[in-house]
């Protein structure tokens, strides 16, 4: 652990650059032209649009999420006081990282909401259609692997959509349109469903925007920012069978945090490594340090932000992307409406949570891993 980062933490960030200095930094980091784009992302029978995420204090103030009960409400997403400035806090949190176990199998479980609007006679308020995946891979062939999903139950979104939800009678599930489709969302889960539990092979993880990897190849990546940078944005994408594949493509603060994001809930890289990519987009421009946040599931976390034009002309929306100061670990992403567009619907208003992707739990276990409740 390098101790020299947790006692920086302790200290306020330094002055800003000058305009001059921050336009020659941004030619260095940016190898492409700044353009926004949508997340990629995979999914288990999630509705089309949704990205993901977690929560800022700033956007979010004065709305308030449900809990996993729809009858009873949630603490609200609010800030909390940390003596650390935002950027000590994420240096902080990096440091953290090199410290993560490493074992047999890594597993990931994480949970994706979209928000949409309830329709019917009883509708006419906000509720969360929510999923979930578990899966795992063995660190050698033949260790095998795993994949499961199943939907999650649906809730009310803020206290004043369980409210409504309650006046109307407290339906055990609604109608909801997105993307064209209409879909049933229900208030109880699913059971789980595996794509294919008899898979023996193992030892292979897709390292998002880089390429297929092996465990000792993933041991062997760059841990310097610079470096990493140079992985994610240059070069071309390396295939299972061994050939290039597409050029690789960084644009702006927004596009850099989703691979960073993508990486970390997706790809068991080394701890040096994932503190690495921390402090790369800790400190790459565009991207907002909002300090120390408290996410859907109620988990105190630090913060960093991007906006972005939405494509679909949703208006402008940041994506947040959170971590775990004591772990390192990242705890998950979100979409916060900031502006809205010229398609967006009503109840789309600014601060108003659209979607979020949380990593409820990953790691490494010495023990194959089994499917939580």
């Known amino acids: 652990m390098n101790e020299l980062h947790l006692v920086r933490a302790v200290y306020d960030d330094p002055p800003p650059p000058s305009e001059q200095a921050a336009a020659a930094a941004r030619g260095r980091m940016l190898s492409q032209d700044d353009t926004a784009r949508q997340r990629r992302r ?8 949704l990205v993901a995420a977690a929560t800022a204090a700033a956007v ?12 009873r ?16 806090m ?10 993560q176990h490493q074992g047999r199998y890594w597993y990931t479980h994480q949970r994706t909401a979209f928000a949409a609007l309830a329709l019917g006679r009883t509708g006419g308020y906000v509720v969360e259609e929510r999923d979930e995946t578990f899966e795992w891979t063995g660190r050698t ?14 809730r009310p979104q803020t206290d004043a959509d369980a409210d409504a939800w309650r006046a109307a009678g407290s339906p055990r599930s609604w109608t909801v349109r997105s993307s064209g489709v209409s879909r049933t969302v229900g208030t109880t889960s699913g059971s789980w469903q595996a794509d294919d539990p008899a898979d023996t092979s193992g030892g292979t993880f ?3 925007g880089v390429g297929q990897l092996t465990y000792q190849e993933l041991q062997e990546l760059p841990t310097d920012p610079g470096d990493l ?31 960073v994001f993508d990486i970390l809930a997706n790809t068991p890289v080394p701890p040096k490594v994932r503190a690495g990519l921390m402090r790369l987009v800790t400190d790459y ?16 976390a630090v913060a960093l932000a991007a906006p972005f034009e939405s494509a679909d002309g949703r208006g402008r929306i940041q994506r947040q992307v959170l971590f775990d100061q004591r772990t390192g670990k990242l705890l998950g992403s979100c979409d916060i409406q900031l502006e809205p567009g010229p398609d967006s619907e009503k109840w789309q208003v600014p601060g108003r949570m659209l979607n979020y992707w949380l990593v409820v739990d990953s790691g490494w276990s010495d023990a194959e891993p089994t499917l939580p409740d």
């Open 42 to 49: 995979r999914a288990w029978r999630v509705p089309l649009g």
């Open 60 to 71: 979010v103030a004065g709305m308030t999420l449900a809990t996993d009960d729809p009858a």
């Open 73 to 88: 409400p949630r603490t609200g997403v609010q800030a909390t006081p940390d003596a650390l400035s935002p950027r000590g």
């Open 90 to 99: 994420m240096l902080a949190a990096a440091s953290r990282a090199e410290l």
């Open 141 to 154: 062939p033949g260790d095998g692997k795993s994949f499961y999903g199943r939907d999650f139950a649906g």
């Open 206 to 208: 897709n390292m998002g």
């Open 229 to 259: 940078r140079t992985l994610l944005c240059e070069g071309s994408i390396k295939l299972a069978d061994g050939r290039s594949g597409a050029p690789k493509h960084c644009g702006d603060a927004t596009s850099v945090l989703d691979k």
């Open 285 to 300: 421009p565009g991207v907002q340090r909002l300090g120390t946040v408290t996410d859907p599931l109620g988990r105190t």
